[in-house]
């Protein structure tokens, strides 16, 4: 039986399609995936992802334990302020991918993929054992709802029902305000879909409120529920990783060209950077690339990707989909570094056919 | 959801108007809102001969790629090819404006249900 959010009897009131995601019964659409595509991208979009994990972490040794744990410099983090991290093994595969938010000089809130909650809160505690930092850690995963409210006036929807003045939370900060009169919540201006937004993390229990009054203050200006689809064809168009997709235990950061995030010169290091510090000085052997289709056809996960003669098999498709803002088949592949500059002719095989494609610069899509 | 009684249907979820020995063919109602929104179709040529259950092209949503079974043995005499410039259409249409091929029958097709026939299958399939 798959797990409900507290906001899951509103999705099947809005005629939501609900289906199985990683254990979880969340919407895949509402109305249309392509319509609530345009409506984030338009104007607005409002996403459950209470299934998303949190953990707790608080303590004096909070910060070290972090940076000992993460592969970006937690250290340059204010309290107020949010940070995209990548939690990597001893061999620099990646354990999942994460935000990290300071809230006090010793207290932070993780939040992980829903997919990896068990097995991160586990690993986490598994290096907090093994290096003996002072701090804890909670799995609060139960107790929250998360709610994503994405586009071009997601801003204006959610000013209006909080007190708290958003326009001076700038990317990636956050403040920890109320919402609905009284529902204390944290507003991040953090998201997953390339558009200006927000993600609010309020109790468990108030998340079906808090959605429904969203949801009435926005329909007015074009909010829409987006459901499951919508949020990969958005964050697969501003080519953000996937975990299981772009990243995985066996796909480093690195290759994943998430470089920026991976601070291999911090003091002291971090748990896989020595491996990752060996690669580089070696050169990578292959890299994360955007693909746009030159012909129809429509790539896909696993799809095989060839050289521009059909002859040498160079990968398969990470993550793939029709594009809705480019209107043409857009894809990731992990690739030889030979191939990865931008113009390379390639092929995909789609259905027995090899279909021309080449390699362009991400994001796929650019905000204007 | 609409189940037109003049068409025959299949376990596959196409329909077909058989006319003068001509049986026009597209997918049903309750296929085109189970994919979303249809982005890509192939077709096949015209003059292409199929057998019954035979794939004769395919249909693709953002999130999922169906393959199209033909219905019947046949000569395929006509395509709509508009569905390729604009596949939405099978969305918008899919009982009229969205046929896809019409063929020269070949023999008699088998195992077609009639609409409420097809009706109770689909009802059963939840």
């Known amino acids: 039986m798959a797990k409900q959010t507290a906001i899951y009897e509103e999705h ?29 991208r338009q104007s607005a979009g409002l996403f459950d992802v209470s299934h998303m994990g949190e953990v707790h972490v608080e303590g004096p040794d909070a910060e070290s334990f972090l940076n000992d744990l993460l592969t970006n410099d937690v250290s340059r983090v204010s309290v107020g302020q949010a940070q995209y991290s990548v939690m990597c093994q001893d061999d620099g595969g990646c354990v999942d991918d994460l935000i990290v938010y300071r809230r006090a000089q010793d207290k932070f809130l993780v939040v992980v993929n829903a997919s990896n909650d068990d097995k991160d809160f586990a690993w986490m505690r598994s290096v907090l054992a093994r290096k003996g930092y002072r701090c804890t850690l909670t799995h609060e995963s139960p107790n929250y709802s998360q709610i994503a409210i994405q586009g071009p006036r997601a801003a204006e929807i959610l000013q209006t029902l909080t007190k708290a003045n958003l326009s001076a939370v700038k990317n990636y900060w956050f403040i920890e305000t109320s919402i609905c009169g009284d529902i204390p919540a944290l507003l991040a201006r953090t998201g997953y879909t390339g558009e200006d937004g927000f993600e ?17 203050a926005g329909r007015p200006l074009g909010l829409s529920p987006c459901g499951l689809g919508a949020r990969d064809t958005l964050r697969l168009e501003m080519k953000y990783p996937l975990y299981g997709h772009e990243i995985s235990e066996t796909i480093n950061p690195l290759e994943a060209g998430l470089g920026w995030a991976v ?15 060996a690669m580089k000085e070696k050169g990578l052997s292959r890299s994360l690339v955007g693909l746009r289709m030159l012909d129809r056809g429509i790539p896909r996960q696993d799809y095989e990707v060839f050289d521009a003669l059909g002859k040498e098999r160079l990968g398969v ?15 990731t592949a992990l690739i030889p570094i030979r191939f990865t500059t931008t113009g390379t002719q390639i092929t995909v095989d789609i259905r027995g056919a090899k279909v021309p494609a080449e390699v362009i610069s991400t994001p796929f899509y650019k905000r204007s | 959801m609409r189940f037109p009684a003049e068409f025959k249907y299949t376990k596959d979820h196409e329909w077909l108007k058989i006319e003068n020995k001509v049986a026009t063919i597209g997918i049903t109602d309750h296929a085109q809102s189970a994919l979303g929104d249809i982005v890509y179709i192939d077709l096949p040529k015209v003059g292409r001969e199929l057998k019954e259950h035979e794939v004769f092209g395919v249909v693709e949503s953002i999130k999922a790629v169906s393959d199209l079974y033909s219905p019947a043995a046949g000569r395929v005499i ?10 939405s259409q099978v969305n918008r249409d899919p009982h009229a404006g969205a046929w896809m091929i019409k063929i020269e029958l070949k023999g008699e097709p088998t195992g077609l249900m009639s609409a409420d026939a097809y009706q109770t299958y689909v009802a059963n399939l939840k």
């Open chain 1, 12 to 40: 099947v009131r809005l005629g939501g399609r609900m289906i199985d995601f990683g254990g979880w019964s969340l919407p895949v659409q509402y109305s249309g995936l392509m319509e609530e595509h345009f409506a984030c």
């Open chain 1, 200 to 216: 609010i993390y309020v109790a468990w229990e108030k998340g079906s409120q808090v959605w429904s009054s969203l949801l009435e």
């Open chain 1, 263 to 277: 601070k291999l010169t911090k003091p002291g290091g971090f748990i896989g950077s020595d491996a990752l510090k």
């Open chain 1, 317 to 331: 498709i990470a993550s793939g989909t029709q594009s809705p803002t480019l209107k043409m088949g857009i894809a």
């Open chain 2, 78 to 87: 006509e395509i709509n090819s508009a569905l390729v410039a604009d596949p």
